[in-house]
């Protein structure tokens, strides 16, 4: 951790303060203040003040410098649903799509999860660490100083548990945080597809119990979809996840409507992922639950299906965020930059929302808002500046990465666009 740091002169500045309490909803998503030539400075890791050059110029005089002239800085970005540890890549069902086989159709003949569930089954915990190392390293590439992490890839006690302890040692050290999450009920073992209640009994009763215990997961997220968990089955496992302390997720109306996000208003769920088929009356009652709409553009591209109607969420007041989904199998990639060129030019969203959702909206989405996703005082020194000289040039230039330097806790991790 750095002593003292100045970041000074940048072209905007961009802190997204204001939202600590609730998550920015409706025209809030739009309306962050934009500091031209801003200035930042952090100490012992914390934010201590942020505004323009002027207001802070002489007074830190100590500190190491960054020169941001030129350049667009923001707080660091936040990735809030990532599949981080798995092992083993599923590039041969992306062949398999393009001659027309369906992602449903390939999962329920053994591929899918379950084919990323063998790998990540078959791998020592050493082999898992270092595959998540590596991505962790290109999301920080990226601009990410937070992400949350499910597992999910286990599907037995043993091997979740390994998932979720890979996340730990990350944490533990690597620069970026990770906010982990248990999702045990990601899909049904093949052998036990046509009777899946014993299984929902095991992650009721054996799984959950044991995550809660040994304080390894924040989070608690299902598929509620039809072919996996059924909403009845989904409630049950996330109001046996608060039983224990793990607040609900849930990936909810991805491939079809089936009430996901109106099971996520009724369990209280702090988000309610995917989202693509959404029913009016779900995202009117996410709303009106404070339920946040964590929405994954990445995925609807990859597999060339619709797309989530954020605009039509956004307008009727569910604050949303965004995220990759970084996953072997849906959305492979872990460039939350590109995420954000899709919610502008795929689902209607305006170049200030996708910030907005990247940032502090995605904080909330991850109970990290205290502490991350605004340039406020008190809170973490992350910073990320993109060699951009306007923020509209993030979602405008496509497929690129204009991320210059990150800084975490107010020590420069990637400076010149190359991990330090």
């Not at 990936?251 to 369990?267: R, S």
């Amino acid at each position: 951790m750095g002593n003292s740091l100045f970041i000074k002169n940048a072209a905007q500045l961009i802190t997204m303060e204001g939202h600590c309490d609730k998550p920015a909803v409706r025209e809030e998503m739009s309306s962050f203040n934009i500091i031209e030539n801003g200035s930042v400075y952090i100490e012992d890791g914390k934010v201590v003040e942020a505004g323009p050059h002027e207001q802070l110029e002489g007074k830190y005089t100590a500190a190491e410098e960054i020169d941001a002239t030129g350049k667009v800085v923001t707080p660091g970005l936040i990735d809030p649903h990532t599949h981080l540890v798995h092992a083993g890549t599923r590039e041969n069902e992306y062949a398999m799509r393009l001659k027309g086989k369906s992602y449903m159709e390939i999962m329920e003949a053994g591929g899918g999860i379950h084919s990323t569930t063998r790998a990540t089954q078959e791998a020592s915990h050493e082999e898992l660490y270092e595959q998540s190392r590596k991505r962790l390293n290109q999301f920080l590439l990226h601009g990410v100083t937070t992400i949350e992490a499910k597992s999910g890839y286990g599907l037995t006690l043993e091997h979740e548990l390994k998932q979720l302890e890979v996340a730990k040692q990350l944490n533990d050290n690597h620069p970026v945080d990770i906010v982990s999450t248990f999702m045990g009920a990601h899909a049904i073992p093949m052998e036990e597809k046509e009777n899946p209640e014993p299984f929902v009994s095991r992650v009721i009763n054996e799984m959950i119990p044991e995550v809660a215990k040994r304080k390894l997961a924040v989070f608690n997220d299902v598929f509620c979809e039809r072919g996996v968990f059924t909403p009845e089955q989904s409630k049950r496992i996330l109001e046996a996840g608060r039983e224990y302390g793990l607040v609900p997720k849930i990936h909810a109306d991805e491939i079809e409507p089936y009430a996901g996000a109106e099971l996520a208003a009724a369990v209280g769920a702090i988000s309610a992922d995917h989202l693509l088929r959404a029913s009016e009356q779900g995202i009117k009652d996410m709303a009106e639950a404070g339920v946040i709409g964590v929405l994954l553009p990445g995925t609807a591209f990859f597999l060339m299906a619709e797309f989530a109607q954020a605009r039509k969420m956004i307008d009727a007041g569910v604050a949303v965020a965004l995220s990759t989904d970084a996953n072997p199998g849906s959305s492979p990639t872990i460039s939350l930059p590109f995420i954000m060129n899709l919610g502008c030019l795929k689902m209607g969203m305006t170049p200030e929302e996708v910030l907005t959702a990247v940032t502090i909206n995605a904080a909330h989405a991850i109970g990290a808002e205290k502490e991350a996703g605004s340039l406020e005082k008190g809170k973490k020194g992350d910073v990320t500046i993109f060699d951009v000289p306007n923020y509209l040039t993030l979602s405008y230039q496509y497929g690129m990465n204009h991320v210059d330097t990150v800084i975490k806790e107010g020590r420069t991790l990637v400076a010149g666009g190359r991990l330090l």
